[in-house]
């Protein structure tokens, strides 16, 4: 049954195409006159108004829904203000009291169960940390202790997808890190962005409900390619820094392997005196940053969805185990809590290397994959506030509520407050916390008196002092100060960094952020939104707007503040280093007429540089009979480029069995005489990716049908197969030959 609803605004007369995102057109500018909340679009209709055991109550549908124009609580308590915290002050910290900090958070955090709300898909592994000692200097930490080993488990994961949706989204990433350390449990939750949308967490149900899929369809999955996202982020311009990064090649990395991670806020570490320092903490992955193509990503998530967390695990598998050094930012802990300038409580910005550089404090190695997934990756719990004696908090107000969420949100997913002992959550260190009962309690307590003081279990447990290893707050002082919702002053700048950001791109960087922007914005359905959106990067730089405007089809707006002047950051740039090439995956294309020799020879000589070397023929099985069958891991119908970093070409393979379009769509109308097309396509997108490409024999004759020319550019024609493959590994130390991608700015 339907049920009608009363004509919208836009209803008369509309030509609107369907995927419209609501059922009246919005402003450019954001409303300032309340109105009631719209009516469902005539498409749409809500569940019959039923009692529990199923009687009619002949009540209107529409009395279910949201009521009143104006912002209330869920007891109806109208708001003034939903985008600040309640603090001591404009830099005090975030207040206990503060009713609807916790009533919006809780909410949202028990919104999904029992999947997470965010990080939902992710993929994990366990290792090992080793101090280097450098940082005993500032913290008495003591898993930071020279030489230490602390276990650790890491997750990486997407934020807004499903646990169902893909890899290779435009995204950021989480990357969270669990130390099972002498002193109890340190957990570093971090992303792979240093920056965040937002600088309040009271604005964190906001961002995330506005990325989501749009809630009458749930669609779009896992992008921010949609009207919500465009809508919320070009009104609230404090997301403007970290949209930038997402729009560029860090939205899309190659690998968690080569993925950056960063703890986001500023920290406080203290030594054993009581000195403290303000720091950032920050991982560099050994192999270096680097990122896929969009037109890589897209084609990914069609063929192998789970790229990202299979090459991980395959990586460890094959002993090729991933490292990062872990590093920190130093700044002195003033009152002012800045750093040339910077707010360093704004998670909004960044400190440039340049100005205070990473100073390496030890070595991550994952080097073993999970057991069970739902067990230790699916049920694993981390929260800020876990922390060491000598780490402590500041008072950045989005860390301050995620002090308080990611605790609430355990509760609900996990089924209770005992989280915690659950296997992967378990402390490395005695516990004895006086917490009792509860669900899923599986620890067996003992004595009588869990409460202090007593004196039936002699006192146990005590209290420790400093001298006995015990967690003590920095006993920083709070400015006298009235009682407020608001933000510091140095909060408002919301430019400066983004056009910092832009100005370090390198030329092949800055096109694909104009193109990602174009993509984005090009699928979002509303013209104000887009125009909008414009404005928002008419204020970064006036050729990122002007090309995105170009693309969109829309007039150039002007800046509506002066364009900042900063000088760039090279170190936020991914190109311009070499790197090594451990765990690069090398397709090899040979059939039975080829030189198995070469192909034989050039395999181990990629197993000796500790890459995958993977053969391609016609069909499965082996090649070559005689004493050394060379076995064959892909097929031309199932290999694509997206799964190579780099080429080798043995031969030029003529049509396989199956080479027709009825059996496999990537064939097309194969002529005999020609390469199969399906070996066409693959060097034709490997080329056309950046990649680089090696050939000897009659390898030559497919560059050539591929239209490829033979030298510069990462294609390299050499007399043996064992040359290929230092040719191509000399070009893979730079990721990608990147003079194939020509730049208009």
């Known amino acids: 049954m339907t049920t009608e609803h009363p004509p919208t605004t836009s209803d008369a007369g509309d030509d609107r195409l369907p995927g419209t995102p609501a059922s009246a057109p919005p402003s450019l500018a954001e409303p300032t006159h309340p109105v009631e909340p719209l009516p469902p ?212 990395p190659r690998s968690f392997r080569m993925m950056e991670g960063f703890g986001v806020h500023t920290f406080r570490l203290a030594d054993a005196a009581g000195a403290t320092v303000l720091v950032k903490f920050h991982w560099k992955p050994k192999l270096g940053v680097h990122s896929l193509v969009w037109e890589e990503a897209q084609l990914i998530n069609g063929m192998d969805p789970d790229f990202h967390r299979r090459d991980l695990a395959d990586a460890i598998e094959s002993g090729a185990f991933p490292q990062w050094e872990l590093g920190i930012q130093i700044f002195p802990d003033t009152p002012e809590q800045t750093f040339e300038g910077i707010d360093l409580l704004d998670p909004t910005k960044i400190v440039p290397e340049e100005l205070a550089p990473v100073q390496p404090i030890g070595l991550m190695t994952l080097n073993a994959n999970t057991s069970n997934y739902f067990a230790e990756t699916e049920q694993v719990a981390f929260h800020p506030g876990h922390l060491v004696p000598g780490i402590d908090v500041t008072d950045d107000p989005l860390l301050a509520g995620r002090l308080f969420s990611y ?146 089809g829309l007039p150039t707006p002007k800046a509506t503040v002066p364009l900042a002047d900063t000088d760039p950051s090279p170190a936020l740039s991914q190109l311009g280093a070499t790197w090594p090439t451990d765990g690069r995956v090398i397709g090899i294309v040979a059939d039975e007429v080829a030189d198995l020799d070469g192909v034989r020879a050039a395999r181990q000589a990629v197993l000796a540089a500790g890459m995958v070397p993977l053969v391609i023929a016609p069909r499965g099985g082996t090649l070559g009979t005689a004493g050394d069958p060379i076995t064959i891991q892909r097929t031309f119908a199932n290999a694509r480029s997206v799964e190579f970093d780099a080429l080798l070409l043995a031969g030029a393979p003529g049509h396989g069995a199956d080479a027709y379009g009825a059996r496999d769509a990537k064939a097309g109308m194969a002529t005999a005489g020609d390469p199969d097309p399906r070996v066409l396509l693959l060097l034709t997108e490997a080329y056309r990716h950046g990649k680089a490409i090696g050939a000897w024999g009659s390898g030559e004759e497919l560059l050539r049908a591929g239209g490829i020319g033979f030298e510069g550019d990462g294609i390299d024609v050499t007399d043996t197969g064992t040359t290929a493959v230092e040719k191509v590994k000399d070009a893979l130390a730079g990721h990608r030959v990147w003079d194939r991608f020509p730049a208009a700015l």
């Open 41 to 252: 679009k005539p498409d749409q209709a809500g569940p019959e108004t039923v009692s529990p055991t199923g009687q009619a109550t002949g009540a209107e549908p529409g009395r279910s829904a949201q009521s009143g124009a104006y912002l209330t609580t869920a007891q109806g308590a109208r708001l003034h203000d939903t985008d600040h915290s309640l603090k001591a002050g404009a830099r005090g910290p975030v207040l206990l009291q503060d009713h609807h900090l916790r009533e919006k958070i809780t909410h949202f955090d028990h919104e999904r169960i029992p999947e997470r709300v965010v990080h939902a898909r992710g993929a994990a592994a366990h290792g090992v940390f080793q101090s280097y000692g450098t940082a005993g200097e500032v913290t008495r930490a003591a898993f930071l202790a020279k030489d230490v080993e602390t276990p650790v488990f890491v997750r990486f994961s997407t934020v807004l997808g499903s646990r169902g949706s893909a890899d290779t989204v435009r995204d950021t990433r989480g990357f969270a890190t669990k130390f099972y350390t002498e002193e109890g449990t340190f957990d570093l939750v971090g992303n792979n962005i240093p920056v965040f949308f937002i600088q309040d967490a009271i604005k964190f149900p906001d961002i995330i409900h506005a990325g989501k899929p749009h809630p009458d369809r749930e669609i779009p999955q896992a992008q921010s390619a949609h009207d919500t996202f465009w809508d919320f982020v070009s009104l609230h311009t404090e997301a403007t820094h970290h949209t930038l990064w997402n729009m560029s090649d860090r939205g899309i």
């Open 407 to 552: 605790l609430d949100t355990q509760i609900s997913r996990l089924g209770g407050p005992n989280f915690g002992q659950i296997p992967i959550n378990r402390p490395h260190a005695p516990v004895n916390d006086m917490l009792r009962d509860g669900m899923h309690q599986t620890a067996v307590h003992t004595g009588v008196a869990p409460y202090r003081p007593n004196s039936l279990d002699q006192g146990c447990p005590f209290l420790a002092g400093a001298d006995t290893g015990a967690f003590i707050e920095t006993p920083v002082k709070v400015p006298a100060a009235s009682k407020r919702r608001d933000a510091p002053a140095s909060f408002a700048d919301h430019f400066t960094q983004p056009r910092l950001f832009w100005l370090s791109m390198t030329p092949p960087e800055r096109e694909h952020i104009i193109a990602a922007y174009t993509f984005e914005l090009s699928k979002c359905y509303e013209q104000p939104i887009k125009e909008r959106a414009l404005r928002v990067l008419a204020n970064i730089d006036p050729q990122l707007c002007g090309q995105v405007a170009t693309g969109l």
